[in-house]
Every structure is written in C-alpha cells, then in structure tokens.
C-alpha cells in the first residue's frame, strides 16, 4: 500500500480542522450566517443532507466505524428539532423540488446511506417525532447482516492483530501511523482498488487475526435492517431507495454488472415494500458519465453523490450533491 505518510497527513487534518474552526467563528461572530441563510434562500438552492450512523453514547465508543459516518444519539436529536423549526424538510419521493414556488422557509433534506439498524432504532423514532422527512438507502443484498460492510470488518481486523510489527508487514506504508489514522488511510486506499484485489488484502487481514475476532466482538448495532424492520419504516412514511444490491463501487465495474447491481436493488425493493423506488445514492459517491446513463436507463429519477454542493435548478439529476454530517461537523461552531 502506497501513498500515505503519517505525520504530513496529521498536519493537514489538523490545519482543516483550525480553518473549519475559524470560518465558523468569522461567520458566527459577524452576523454573516444571516445572510449565506438569506441568499440560499433567495437562490432556492437546497443543501441534501448525509447520515449514516446515529448512535448512543457507549455504542459510539464501541462502534467500528469510523468517525466520519458518526453522529451522537442526543446530538441528532437537538440538531432535528433545531432543523424542522428553522427550515422546510423536502420528501424526495416526490422527485425534483418545485423549483418555481415560493418559499416561506429555506428548503433541506435529509437522507441515510446503507440501511444501518441504529436508523431503525434510534434515527427514524427521532425524526417521525420531529416530523422530519427523510430517505434511507438501502442494500436489498446485505439485509439484516452483522459487520456488514467491508470498512467495520478491516477496521475491526486491523484492531485485532497482534504484535502491530504483523499489522505493518501487510501494510508498509502505515509503519509508525498512530492506528486511528492507520484505519482511515487504509480503508480510502482499498476503496480505489477493484473488488479481487480488495477481497485479497481482507482475507490477508484475517489470516493475520484471532480466530473468531468479529464473532467475539460486542457491537449489538453493527447490522443492518431486516426487511421486516424497513417495511415499517415504511409505513410509517419514511422513505426508501437503492444503495445498488450489495454496496458496489460502481465505477470499478464493468457496464453489465452496474446494470445488475441497480436493476436488481430497485427490483427487491419495489417488489418487496409496494412501493416505487426512484431515488439511488452512489455508494462512496462514485460515478461517471457511463454510470449515470445505466443509471437513468434502469428507471431511477434522481441520484445522489457524496460531493459536496447545493441542489439547484441547474443540477444534473443524475450527478446531485450532498454534504456529508458527521459529530465533528455537528458540535460546535
């Protein structure tokens, strides 16, 4: 593995979190979020919101995820009941926003990625009690399974093996990285390889670890929903769309099975739920021109990337931008 240094990369992170800091406070401190709030709302332009994990405060602790996809239970909670005070909650299910009416409020939306079973238990109560719309999108093929994504297994696997001089054999380029930062900058750098290559350095990973160390591990939210638990959702009025059949990174397939993930994903859940699935979040964001077209041609009216950017008249239907919400971006200012 290649690419990665670990002090220069602490330094940038660092220094992204310093200036984060200070725009926050010069906008904060000169009365200036008034008029971004204003302006947005003069534009229309709608902010499109990402979650993935709502958590209390020990299965935060716990979890194996990693801190970019977390939110606290209780912050959540403030941060919903500030939101459906401040602005007008969209529902997606209905497509587009209707971009020539008037506003009274400044428009959001909400969306989940990857159907985790903390939305069920603990996002979805929070949000109907506010009376927040969202969307969670979902992976019919990894319905109601424990570690059901690839990043938690490694990131659990890598916690796991012992002495740390075996961990870095397998990945030289994290020798001496503190191992939070380790995770992440392995997990980003299997991201871009392909599906063969990936499976091997995982397999790698748990020749290397305890026997039984994701068995053994006590992480009771570390699954996804069942299809009982997303059809009550459902009823309840939540929204439901594709996340692709199995996670897939789209780009890294060849056209025939971008056809299959996203054909086979809107078909369970239509067939499963009564309902019309129209709305598919790329998984990590990835997409290109030859998978929004497979996109479009396999019956879906809009799709979300992880790009960061408002949603506007002029966006791209197939190429829209969301804002990623983490604890971090949430908790002061």
Known sequence: ?????????????????????????????????????????RSGAVPVLTFHRILDDGEFTLSSSLPGILVRKRTFENFTAWITKEFEVL????????????????????????????????????????????TIFICPGLAGQRFPFWPERVSKLMESIEPRSTLDDIFPAIHGVALPQAKEAVIETLKSMTEGERDRVVQRLQAAAPLRALEDHAEPNNWTMTWDQVRRLCER?????????????????PCERVREELQQSRGEIESRLGIRCITLAYPNGNHDGR???????????????????????????????RIDISEAWVVGP
Request: net charge neutral; glycine share 10%; charged share 20%.
């Open 91 to 134: 529902d997606l299910a209905q497509g587009a926003p209707a971009w020539d009416d008037p506003l009274q409020n400044q428009r959001i939306a909400l969306t989940f990625d990857d159907g985790w079973l903390d939305n069920y238990e603990h996002a979805a109560p929070i949000a109907i009690r506010h009376g927040a719309k969202h």
């Open 237 to 253: 009025g939540i929204r439901i769309g594709s996340h692709t059949f199995g996670h897939a990174i789209l780009t890294g397939l």
């Open 1 to 41: 593995m290649t690419g990665f240094h670990g002090d220069p990369m602490r330094l940038i992170s660092s220094l992204r979190g310093t200036l984060k800091f200070l725009r926050a406070c010069l906008l904060r401190g000169t009365g200036l979020t008034w008029l971004v709030k204003r302006e947005l709302r």
């Open 291 to 321: 998978v929004e077209r497979v996109t479009e041609e396999t019956g879906y009216n809009l799709a979300f990337t992880t790009e960061p950017g408002l949603w506007t008249r002029e966006t791209d239907p197939f190429c829209i931008p």
